[in-house]
């Protein structure tokens, strides 16, 4: 059996996205029901990757028990999606064909994009 490649979010750079804009990312969709009555619960949809941005560094501790501080990058990616599914502010598992599985990264709706497709965000710190 093939091992599936999961992408360690801990790692993860503004570098690890950059390359993959323009690119496709499939994740399924929580239940509900669209405006136009399009029902998602278990749709699997394609989101564009299509900007990445640098957020700068932040400072917090190793674990929450230590006074051990560490220096992390903050990074934001930006995807567009079919504007016709409920798309809601939450947790989503993506695929993308080289980066693999991206466990659990938290997704807001940012805004529709002429009223043909939806801006959602992720921003990693």
């Not at 006074?67 to 567009?80: A, G, I, N, P």
């Amino acid at each position: 059996m093939a091992t599936v490649k999961q992408l360690d979010l801990a790692k993860a750079t503004v570098d690890t996205f950059k390359p993959h804009i323009g690119s496709k990312f499939k994740t399924t969709l929580f239940a509900g029901t669209s405006e136009e009555g399009i029902k998602s619960d278990g749709v699997t949809v394609e989101l564009e990757l299509v900007d990445c941005e640098d957020r700068g560094e932040i400072q917090c501790p190793e674990s929450p028990d230590s006074d051990k501080m560490l220096t992390r990058k903050r990074f934001s990616v930006l995807f567009s999606g079919p504007e016709n599914f409920p798309f809601y502010d939450g947790v989503y598992q993506l695929h993308h064909a080289d980066l693999g599985e991206i466990p659990a990264i938290a997704l807001s709706r940012d805004a529709e994009k002429d009223g043909k497709v939806v801006l959602l965000t992720a921003t990693f710190s």
